[in-house]
C-alpha cells in the first residue's frame, strides 16, 4: 500500500486520545526537536523535504518560512488554514477528526521554527463536533506539558487556540483567513504586502495547510533528505487525495507522489472503478478551481505518457491538455454526467461565493452562471459558448485574489474539451441527459 | 421579543474564555466565535436586539457586528425553525443524488429551500460543499453530519426528530 506518514494509525479510533497518539510514537519530535535542535535546524530540515504547501497552490513550506520578517519587533504569528471549503476536498477533515494531535505536534514544531508565541487554527464554520475534538486535544496537550508555557523545560513557550469560521469559502484564501480572524467580513486583502511581512493584525504571519503542518513531525523525526526521497521529482512525500463522485470506494487516500492515475481509479485498493459499471467521462484532479480533463487526458498527458498523481504531472501540457493537483480533490464522473449541468453548479457555487469585491468576479460570475444556466435550460444562442470563453478571459489574472481565476479555469477548461457538448444543448434546445 | 437578550453565566464565562485568547484591544477578534453562542442561545437567529448586545460586549460598534453578520451563510438574520436541516447543493453532492434529497424534504415538509414549515418545526436550506462529498448526499443538522443519505435515511431522521422536537441550536463549544 505504499508508505503512510499521515495516516498510519489513521483507523484507530482511540488515536484523538492523547495517550493512544503518543502510544504510536506522537510528541517525540517535539521532543527532539526542543532538546536537541535549534529553530533554524527545524526549518533546515523543512526545507530539504522539499515539502510544498497541500492547501492548493504547491508553494515550497521551507521558502514560505524563511520570507517570514523575523526580524521584526512585533509578535510573529502562526496560523493554520483548517477552513477546508474547495469542492471535491475533504482530506483536512478526515485528519482533524482522525488525527487532531498530529495537527497540534506539527503547530508546535512550526511555531517553534519561526519564533511564534500564538498561533491560531482557523476552523471552517460548520465543523462544530470539529470544534470539539480539537478543543479536547489542544487541552490535552496543554495539561501534558506540550503547549503553554516553558514546554518540556526548553524555555519555548506556545499558545494555540480554535476559531470558528462561519460559512464562508473566500475564507479559505489566505488574506480573506486573516481578515475573518480578526472579525471582519472576509474581503481579500491587495498583496504585497504579504503575509509573511504583514498579515494577522499587521504582524508577520505564516499560514499553513492542515495537511502541509500535520507531515512536519514525520520530517522531524525521519530527517528532511528522508522525506524528499519518497515521492517523485519535485514532488516530493506523499498526499492526501479526496475521491468522490461516480466511483466504488470514495474517500481519503494517502499515496506517494508519482502514483499512477489509472491504477488509482481503478484499483480496487483504492477507487475501485465506476460505481455503475458506464465508462469514465472526466475528472476534476484537484478541487472544482482546477481545469476539468476528459477521461483521455487524464490518463495519459497529450504525448501519451501515463499521468501520475504529482505536481508536475498533472500540469503536463499546461492549461492547454493538462491540469493541476490544487487540493486533491479528485472528482470523478461517468457517462452519464451532462458536462454543462455540472459547469453550472460550480459556476453558481462560485457566484455565491465571490466577496464581491472586484467588478470581474462579482459580474462575470454571475453572467457566467446565467448563460450556463439557458444554455442547460434550452434558451442558450450559439454565441452564448464564445462569450462564455470571453467572460472567463476577462476575470482570470484581472482581481485581488485567485478565486475569479478559480471561477474561470472550470469555464475555459470545460468548453476546451467539451465544446460539442454545449453545441448540441443549443441545437437541441436543452439537456438530454436525465 | 420580550425575553431580555443578556447571555446565561455559563456563556458569559464562555465568552470571556474565548476573548482572552485575542491580544489585548483585539477582541473583535472573537466576533464569529460569540455569534454563534449567541444565535445558539437566542433562538437560532440573530435578531437586531442579538447584534446590539454582542457589540455591547465585544465594544463595538453595532454596524461592525451587522456587517459581519450579514457576510457568513452560518448566520439567520430572520427565524428558522427549531430544527434546521441544511443539506449540500455542490458539484460532488449533486452527482450522488443530492437533488433527489432535496426534492424529497422539500415534498415531505411541503417547503421550498429557504422556507419554514407553519409549525415552526422544520427550515430546508441548501448549502455548498461541506467537505464530506466522499459520503455524498450530505446534510448537516447543528452540530452533526448525515452523510450517504437515501430518502429512506432522511424520513426516518425527520421521524426521529418530530418525535424527540430536537432543536438543531446547538453551541459550538457544548457536546
Ligand atoms: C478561494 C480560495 C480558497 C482557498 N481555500 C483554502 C482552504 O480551504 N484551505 C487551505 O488550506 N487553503 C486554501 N486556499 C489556499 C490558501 O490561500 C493558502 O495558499 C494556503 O492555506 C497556504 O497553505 P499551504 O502553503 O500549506 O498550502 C484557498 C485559496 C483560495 C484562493
Ligand atoms: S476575486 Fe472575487 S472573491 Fe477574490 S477579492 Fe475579487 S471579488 Fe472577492
Ligand atoms: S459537495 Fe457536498 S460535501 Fe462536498
Known amino acids: 500500500m505504499g508508505i503512510k506518514i499521515l495516516t498510519e494509525h489513521i483507523d484507530n479510533p482511540e488515536l484523538k486520545k492523547f495517550e493512544v497518539y ?14 536537541t535542535m535549534s529553530p533554524d535546524g527545524v526549518m533546515e530540515e523543512v526545507k530539504k523535504s522539499g515539502l510544498r504547501g497541500r492547501g492548493g497552490a504547491g508553494f515550497p513550506t521551507g521558502m514560505k518560512w524563511s520570507f517570514l520578517d523575523r526580524k521584526s519587533e512585533k509578535p510573529h504569528y502562526l496560523v493554520c488554514n483548517a477552513d477546508e471549503g474547495e469542492p471535491g476536498t475533504f482530506k483536512d477533515r478526515y ?3 482522525r488525527n487532531p494531535h498530529a495537527l497540534i505536534e506539527g503547530i508546535i514544531l512550526s511555531g517553534y521554527a519561526l519564533g511564534v508565541e500564538d498561533a491560531y487554527i482557523y476552523l471552517r ?43 464562508a469559502y473566500i475564507c479559505g484564501e489566505e488574506t480573506a483567513l486573516l481578515e475573518s480572524l480578526e472579525g471582519k467580513r472576509g474581503n481579500p486583502r491587495l498583496k504585497p504586502p504579504f503575509p509573511a511581512v504583514s498579515g494577522l493584525y499587521n504582524c508577520p504571519t ?30 516530493t512525500g506523499t498526499k492526501l487525495i479526496s475521491a468522490s463522485g461516480h466511483i466504488k470506494n470514495p474517500g481519503v487516500y494517502e499515496l506517494e507522489m508519482g502514483f499512477p492515475v489509472e491504477e488509482f481509479i481503478y484499483s480496487d485498493q483504492y477507487c475501485g472503478g465506476m460505481k455503475n459499471g458506464k465508462p469514465l467521462k472526466a475528472v476534476v484532479a484537484g478541487g472544482s478551481s482546477v481545469p476539468i480533463l476528459p477521461a483521455g487526458l487524464i490518463l495519459k498527458t497529450a504525448n501519451g505518457e501515463p499521468r501520475n498523481i504529482s505536481y508536475e504531472s498533472l500540469a503536463e501540457g499546461g492549461f492547454e491538455t493538462g491540469t493541476m493537483l490544487g487540493s486533491g480533490g479528485f472528482i470523478v464522473m461517468d457517462e452519464s454526467t451532462c458536462i454543462v449541468r455540472n459547469l453550472y453548479n460550480f459556476t453558481r ?15 462575470g460570475t454571475s453572467w457566467m452562471e446565467k448563460i450556463l444556466y439557458r444554455i442547460e435550460n434550452g434558451e442558450g444562442r450559439m454565441h452564448d459558448i464564445d462569450l462564455l470563453v470571453d467572460i472567463s478571459n476577462n476575470i482570470e489574472g484581472k482581481t485581488i485574489c485567485p478565486l475569479g481565476d478559480a471561477a474561470a479555469w472550470p469555464v475555459a477548461s470545460a468548453i476546451r474539451h467539451f465544446r460539442d457538448e454545449f453545441v448540441e444543448h443549443v441545437n437541441r434546445k436543452g439537456c438530454w441527459f436525465d | 421579543m420580550d425575553n431580555e437578550i443578556k447571555f446565561s453565566a455559563e456563556s458569559l464565562e464562555l465568552v470571556n474564555r474565548i476573548i482572552a485568547r485575542y491580544p489585548e484591544g483585539k477582541q473583535k477578534s472573537a466576533l464569529l466565535p460569540v455569534l454563534h453562542i449567541a444565535q445558539a442561545e437566542f433562538g437560532g437567529w440573530l435578531s437586531t436586539e442579538t447584534m446590539n448586545y454582542v457589540a455591547g460586549l465585544l465594544k463595538l460598534e453595532p454596524i461592525e457586528v451587522y456587517e459581519v453578520a450579514t457576510f457568513y451563510n452560518m448566520f439567520n438574520l430572520a427565524p428558522v425553525g427549531q430544527c434546521v436541516i441544511e443539506v449540500c447543493q ?13 426534492q424529497h424534504i422539500s415534498k415531505r415538509l411541503d417547503i421550498k429551500p429557504g422556507e419554514t414549515t407553519p409549525d415552526g418545526k422544520f427550515t430546508l436550506k441548501t448549502v455548498e460543499c461541506l467537505a464530506a462529498c466522499g459520503s455524498a448526499p450530505v446534510m448537516r443538522v447543528g452540530n452533526r453530519y448525515h452523510e450517504n443519505l437515501s430518502t429512506e435515511k432522511v424520513d426516518s431522521l ?8 430536537k432543536s438543531s441550536h446547538d453551541n459550538p463549544y457544548n457536546e
Open chain 1, 206 to 235: 505564516v499560514i499553513n495547510n492542515v495537511e502541509t503542518l500535520a507531515t512536519i513531525p514525520w520530517i522531524v523525526n525521519h530527517g528532511g533528505d528522508q522525506y524528499a526521497q519518497i515521492g517523485v521529482g519535485r514532488s
Open chain 1, 349 to 363: 457555487f462560485y457566484r455565491h461565493e465571490s466577496c464581491g469585491q472586484c467588478s470581474p468576479c462579482r459580474e
Open chain 1, 95 to 97: 485528519l482533524l477528526e
Open chain 2, 90 to 102: 455542490t458539484g460532488p453532492c449533486m452527482l450522488n443524488g443530492a437533488g433527489e434529497i432535496i
Open chain 1, 125 to 167: 464554520g460548520e465543523f462544530f463536533y470539529i470544534l470539539q475534538i480539537l478543543e479536547k486535544a489542544i487541552a490535552e496537550a496543554y495539561e501534558k506539558g506540550f503547549l503553554g508555557k516553558n514546554i518540556l523545560g526548553s524555555g519555548y513557550s506556545l499558545n494555540l487556540y480554535c476559531h470558528p469560521g462561519a460559512g
Open chain 2, 158 to 165: 425527520i421521524e426521529e426528530w418530530c418525535k424527540c422536537g
Open chain 1, 22 to 35: 503518543r502510544k504510536t510514537g506522537g510528541y517525540t519530535a517535539v521532543e527532539k526537536a526542543l532538546k
